[in-house]
Each structure stands twice: as structure tokens, then as C-alpha cells.
């Protein structure tokens, strides 16, 4: 199938992530023009641009929840390609550690509400303001389970990413519609959201490590097997590709195996090494 995704320009953040990173390769496969951010991965930003050299692209530090470095991530962006097609806010900060809410510090409340919900807030302002210019262009944002399902000891994390999840896909389908109408050579502008499950990426692999935590975990799955980023990336390209999923638009997709709030299965009948 052709997603017509060539020569298009997509905005990632948090590229030198696990997912964000898998998903750089997936659009250069389809020959999209890569904005690569990074805040301080600088290295890993570097390797994955050389890694996907088959595309255009460029890389560019940003502290997303800073007004004036969004502004210049985008400002860059516009500056090499004249225009963006599609922002993947994927970005985001996670605390590793399980912090009951009677234990939680409102340091750590602010610091995730400000990199995982104000930065995506800064970001799609920033890509609305240009949407407005070029009447075209569609947003995928990348939120969690844990705004779906709730997590026990992120309270912090699951309330940014529900308010990604939920208030902010279906607010802003309405508000990109107007400012990138439908025309008889246009679908009009889109903003949908992806929700992975638990995911293999560097963050969480040393849970991912213990084969009871896999067991727990898989265990609240139809499909026993933890996500790799590639799973996200492939649905990131259809739901960004306005030939595939042209009349898709507010919608949030979870993909994690079929999960749900509660047990489909006994720890026990989970085989870890096939997770």
C-alpha cells in the first residue's frame, strides 16, 4: 500500500528514544524528511540520523517545556524544508521509580506534568501557528496505557498522558479541521493518538529484565507478548499518512496486545522467554 509519505517533512520528538527513534526509520523507509529532536541524547541522535541517511534530515537539541526553544526547534524545521507535514509529539519523562501519592513531592508532580503534557502543549501550538499558514498537516501523539488504565505509583504520568490521551486528541480534531479544512484535493487536518503498552525500550529494561514482572504484566493481555517500538512505529506511519488514514481523526488506538485492567491469565501459564 502507498502512504504517499515521500518527500514529506515529519517532526519527532524525542527521536533518540526507543520508540521515537524506531519511528525515524519507519518514515525514512517511506522517504520522508526527518526533523529529529533530541534534549539530551545528543549521541544517540547523532548514530540514528547516520543510521537513516537515506533521508533528508536534520537533528536539533530543545528543552520542550522552555517557550523559546520550541519556537527555534520549529523555526529550524521551517528554515531547511519550508514546511512541516507532521508532528509526532512523542517526548515525554517517566519516573522509574514507584512513588505512591501520599509519598509523592509536588517537584515531581510539576516536573512530569511540565515534560510530558506542557511540552506537547508547547509543541502543537508551535505546529498549529504553521498549520494556519500552509492549511495543511496532521499531529500523532504518543501517550500510554497508563492514561487508559491508571498506574499504581504514577499517578503523575498516567494523569498527563489521560489528558493527551483524551482531552487533547479530541479537543484539537475539532481545531485542526478549521484551520486545515477538508477540500475536494485535501482530507483536512488530523490528530489522532497512540497509546503503547509496556514496550521494550532502554527506559524500562531493567524491569523488563525480571521474569516475574513479565509474568504480571503479559498476564493482563490477550496477546502474552510485550510490544517492541516497531509495533508503534508501523501504526504511526498509517495513522500519519493522509492516503491511509485520511478520514481518521480523534481517535486514540492502544496498542498493547489486547490489554486490559485486569487478569487474563495466571502468572503461571505466562512463558517469559516468549514474552
Same mark, same amino acid.
Given at each position: ?13 524525542? +527521536? ?24 539530551? $541524547?545528543? +549521541? ?14 536534520? /537533528? ?78 496532521? +499531529? ?38 478549521? /484551520? +486545515? ?18 514496550? /521494550? ?44 488514514? $485520511?478520514? /481518521? ?27
Amino acid at each position: 500500500m502507498k502512504t504517499d509519505l515521500d518527500k514529506k517533512v515529519v517532526l519527532i520528538t524525542g +527521536a533518540s528514544g526507543g520508540i521515537g527513534s524506531a519511528i525515524a526509520r519507519q518514515f525514512a523507509t517511506e522517504g520522508a524528511r526527518l526533523v529529529l529532536h533530541y534534549r539530551e $541524547g545528543k +549521541a544517540r541522535a547523532e548514530a540514528l540520523q547516520h543510521e537513516v541517511k537515506q533521508a533528508e534530515s536534520i /537533528i536539533v537539541k530543545a528543552d520542550l517545556t522552555r517557550e523559546r526553544e520550541v519556537g527555534r526547534l520549529f523555526d529550524q524545521a521551517l528554515a531547511r524544508f519550508k514546511r512541516v507535514d507532521t508532528l509526532i509529539a512523542n517526548a515525554g519523562s517517566w519516573e522509574t521509580a514507584d512513588v505512591p501519592l501520599h509519598n509523592m513531592r509536588l517537584g515531581q508532580w510539576r516536573y512530569t506534568i511540565d515534560h510530558v503534557l506542557t511540552s506537547v502543549f508547547l509543541s502543537l501550538r508551535e505546529f498549529f501557528e504553521i498549520i494556519v499558514r500552509q492549511k495543511r498537516g496532521n +499531529a500523532l501523539l504518543i501517550a500510554s496505557t497508563s492514561g487508559v488504565f491508571g498506574e499504581a505509583g504514577h499517578v503523575d504520568y498516567s494523569a498527563a498522558k489521560s489528558a493527551i490521551a483524551f482531552g487533547v486528541t479530541r479537543s484539537l480534531k475539532t481545531e485542526i479541521a478549521r /484551520i +486545515a479544512p477538508h477540500t475536494r484535493n485535501y482530507c483536512g487536518g488530523r490528530v489522532n493518538c497512540i497509546c503503547p503498552g509496556w514496550t /521494550i525500550v532502554p527506559r524500562n529494561a531493567s524491569k523488563l529484565g525480571n521474569k516475574d514482572v513479565i509474568r504480571r504484566v503479559a498476564a493482563t493481555m490477550a496477546l502474552p507478548k510485550i510490544a517492541r517500538p516497531e509495533d508503534i512505529a508501523g501504526a504511526a506511519v498509517f495513522l500519519s499518512s493522509d492516503s491511509l488514514a $485520511g478520514h /481518521i481523526s480523534g481517535q486514540t488506538l492502544v496498542i498493547a496486545g489486547g490489554m486490559e485492567g485486569r487478569l487474563l491469565w495466571r502468572p503461571e501459564e505466562i512463558d517469559p522467554d516468549l514474552a
